[in-house]
């Protein structure tokens, strides 16, 4: 089954890796380099999985992932950061998020994640 994939992230080179490795995996995939654009994509297709940076410039990924959530309430958010950002973090588990996972990323962590996700 093809999942639908939106990977937020204003780093081109993470949002391009991530994104390259889930269609090579199958999947339909969407990228965003910001929160705007993560959201207008949110208006257009319903995602399955929504990988979301949350260091952003302009609207950080709480905030975006407020708003995603309530156009497309029934994705799963994985929430993807470099830095310690525990309060951020925190918030956006409280918020619903599945996880938070650390950069660099781990491909075979990602993949047996989105495992776990879509049982």
């Known amino acids: 089954m093809k999942t639908n994939i939106l990977v937020v992230d204003d780093l081109k080179s993470s949002r ?3 994104g390259g490795i889930l269609e090579d995996e199958g999947h339909n995939v969407v990228l965003a380099e910001n929160g705007y654009q993560a959201i207008e994509a949110a208006k257009q297709v319903s ?5 979301m ?11 975006t992932f407020r708003e995603v959530k309530k156009i497309n309430p ?14 951020l973090v925190r918030k956006s588990i409280c918020l ?3 996880t938070c996972i650390y950069k660099p990323f781990d491909i075979e962590k990602i993949l047996a994640l989105m495992g776990e996700i879509s049982r």
Do not use: C, R
Not at 53 to 63: A, F, L, T
């Open 53 to 63: 940076d949350i260091k952003m410039p302009g609207i950080n990924g709480v905030q």
């Open 74 to 87: 029934q994705s799963a958010v994985v929430m993807m950061t470099a830095y310690s950002e525990e309060e």
């Open 16 to 18: 391009l890796t991530l």
């Open 96 to 98: 619903g998020a599945y």
């Open 47 to 51: 995602f399955d999985l929504i990988f």
